[in-house]
DNA sequence: CTCTTCGGGACGTGAAACTG
DNA sequence: CAGTTTCACGTCCCGAAGAG
């Protein structure tokens, strides 16, 4: 069993480097220090560090290394236990680290983070805008605690707690042929000028894909990495252009409809929700989580 | 049930030996 | 010579056992 100020000795050596200054830090003698690592390497059966008598300095080994990570990892839970604690009672403190498509940013996310924030007063938002793939690697990499994105790619390290599909829709002027339309065929969209997301975007993939099946080429007018963009081509009138509607209760503005697309090849989108895998949250987040979820699932069917 | 004693484990210190 | 390791020994803590 690794000991606690095995440990404690280990991650001062590491840091400093040496076992003398270690110990001088440490306020104990560098044998007990020594003979410490010496246990934990009996017990790891493992060298730690590569050692060199005489010299000023003892370098981590690749073991050493993942133990050392290994410490920053429970120092982190520790860190994040003790504040789970402190916001038990209260949830007075906490700041959620959101990553999030962003069709969001326009109409979800501020009405759903100011009716969180009217109950939880004390939790703050840091958003971070982007794409699927751009935020399932700031998910693993934990500079996000969520992530809420169309397309996020499946990750190893990233668990999906929850999914809808959405039903991409040709975003046209209510002067279009099209407007009075329940549904297009894709097939219909080969001859009509249209926006497409740029190659940052894995969204761009569906599209191409979508496009070969139907066997139709429309015209692209503008290939950008911004839906809003996109969004606000077709509102101009400059191009039609191919996005999914509006998250939540969205009012369609006037001049523009919503029509959505059929046909062989049309992929539906998913909608996903994400978290790293095995990292224990802060309770802010879990709560934040848990209404997110229920704000998905109740407008699950207004998407479909 | 409480207090005391005892033994063992964990961990510390300092000196000496070792090494590049 | 500076830094690490080894060794002998001391201290503290905790659990088990016995006495009152």
Not at 66 to 87: F, G, K, M
Request: aromatic share 8%; with cysteine.
């Amino acid at each position: 069993m690794i000991n606690n100020v095995g440990l404690k000795y280990f991650i001062g050596v590491a840091r400093s480097g040496s076992i003398r200054r270690a110990a001088e830090q440490l306020h104990v003698a560098a044998s007990a220090i020594s003979r410490q690592i010496q246990m934990l390497e009996e017990e790891l059966n493992a060298e730690l560090f590569e050692r060199h008598r005489g010299q000023k300095s003892l370098r981590l080994t690749a073991a050493g290394e993942l133990l050392l990570n290994y410490t920053r990892l429970i120092e982190n839970e520790l860190d994040q236990v003790r504040a789970d604690i402190r916001a038990i009672d209260t949830l007075q403190k906490g700041t959620v680290r959101l990553g999030a498509s962003e069709s969001f940013s326009r109409e979800f996310l501020p009405s759903f983070l100011h009716r969180f924030h009217s109950q939880y007063p004390g939790i703050t938002f840091n958003v971070i805008v982007g794409g699927g793939g751009k935020l399932v690697e700031l998910l693993a990499k934990d500079e996000i605690d969520v992530a809420l994105a169309y397309r996020a790619p499946d990750a190893f390290d990233v668990q999906v707690i929850a999914e809808t599909h959405v039903t991409p829709c040709l975003l046209v002027s209510t002067t279009h042929p099209f407007a009075n339309r329940r549904s297009v065929d894709i097939e219909e969209c080969g001859e009509i000028e249209i926006a497409l997301p740029d190659e940052s975007l894995t969204i761009r993939e569906s599209y191409v894909r979508m496009f070969s099946k139907a066997r139709i080429r429309p015209r692209t007018i503008l290939v950008t990495n911004s839906f809003e963009l996109m969004r606000a081509a077709a509102v101009s009138g400059l191009c039609n252009a191919i996005v999914n509607k509006y998250f939540g209760n969205y009012k369609v503005p006037r001049g523009l409809r919503y029509v959505p697309l059929h046909g062989e090849g049309v992929e539906r989108w998913p909608l996903r929700l994400c978290v790293h895998t095995g990292r224990s949250l802060p309770v802010s987040v879990k709560l934040f989580i848990e209404q997110l979820q229920a704000e998905m699932d109740a407008v699950d069917e207004s998407l479909q």
